[in-house]
């Protein structure tokens, strides 16, 4: 079993930059995906952003490519979002998920909110 912790979240003006941060622990198979979801306040939870055990290999949502950065330290058990210009439609809860291979999320975090307003 793969526990998630996330942390990070906060209020940030449009335009700026804020970091998430995912510790990862428990049973860790070597092909655990990591990855970020959102939701926001009445609308469905969506993928933003997942970075592969195998080669590192990222992938982003259109609505985030170029300004989301996903990145894992596999020697730390972490894996960070880096989001940068940020817009107030990226306001929503953010999860850290896992899951192994092709298959779909085992494992959520708790969440963390980001908020962005001027």
């Known amino acids: 079993q793969v526990q998630l912790v996330e942390s990070g979240g906060g209020l940030v003006q449009p335009g700026g930059s804020l970091t998430l941060s995912c510790v990862y622990s428990?049973?860790?198979?070597?092909?655990?995906?990591l990855g970020w979801y959102r939701q926001a306040t009445g609308k469905e939870r969506e993928w933003v952003a997942t970075i592969h055990a195998i080669g590192m290999t990222t992938d982003y949502a259109d609505s985030v490519k170029g300004r989301f950065a996903i990145s894992r330290d596999n020697a730390k058990n972490t894996t960070w979002l880096q989001m940068s210009g940020l817009k107030t439609e990226d306001t929503a809860t953010y999860y850290c998920?896992?899951?192994?291979?092709?298959?779909?999320?085992?494992?959520w975090g708790q969440g963390t909110q980001i908020t962005v307003s001027s």
């Open positions: 428990g049973h860790i198979p070597e092909d655990l995906n």
């Open positions: 998920a896992a899951n192994r291979g092709n298959g779909a999320v085992t494992n």
